[in-house]
């Protein structure tokens, strides 16, 4: 199988940056598309970016501008950098991606367990 592990969320003050981390490993896999969501307290959980394996990327509106999400296809690693954070930011962030297992040529979505991300006012 394929773990996808996030990293470098914390509590940082409005105006602040962040990168997160989110590191896929297994064996005999690829990736298609890699993304990070979020999940406020009491909302649905919600696209933030996605980045295609040749490098496309898109982005929710509400974070355009603020948000870079950027891959390492070598080290299988998506990251989303995080500029100008604003209380309304404050979330779990999740990454997953889209995985071929190339030892029964089987598809689906991994995704990791979430990185905290509070923003204080």
């Known amino acids: 199988q394929v773990q996808l592990v996030e990293s470098g969320g914390g509590l940082v003050q409005a105006g602040d940056s962040l990168r997160l981390t989110c590191v896929a490993s297994?064996?005999?896999?690829?990736?298609?598309?890699m993304g990070w969501y979020r999940q406020a307290p009491g909302k649905q959980r919600e696209l933030v970016a996605v980045?295609?394996?040749?490098?496309?990327?898109n982005y929710a509106d509400s974070v355009k501008g603020r948000f870079t999400i950027s891959r390492d296809n070598a080290k299988n690693t998506v990251y989303l950098q995080i500029d100008g954070l604003k209380p309304e930011d404050t979330a779990v962030y999740y990454c997953n991606a889209d995985v071929l297992l190339r030892t029964t040529w089987t598809s689906f979505r991994a995704w990791g367990q979430g990185t905290q991300v509070t923003v204080s006012s």
């Open positions: 980045v295609t394996s040749g490098g496309t990327t």
């Open positions: 297994g064996s005999r896999f690829s990736i298609n598309n």
